[in-house]
């Protein structure tokens, strides 16, 4: 398990789990979990968002 913010390592997962939506009292929910792809698809994460182009 590693908690990683880089795009770069996040990419090469075989799993990942997104919380979210935002920082602090604003996340805490999973929002998607799955392989890069999967959560490149998730409409509610940020992290879908910059993920998407690299895959």
Do not use: Q
């Not at 009292?25 to 392989?35: F, P």
């Amino acid at each position: 398990m590693v908690i990683e913010h880089n795009l770069d390592v996040i990419k090469t997962a075989d799993w990942i789990v997104d919380l979210g939506p935002e920082g602090g009292s604003g996340g805490g929910e999973i929002l998607v979990s799955g392989t890069p792809e999967t959560v490149a698809e998730c409409e509610a994460s940020h992290t879908a968002r910059f993920l998407k182009p690299m895959l």
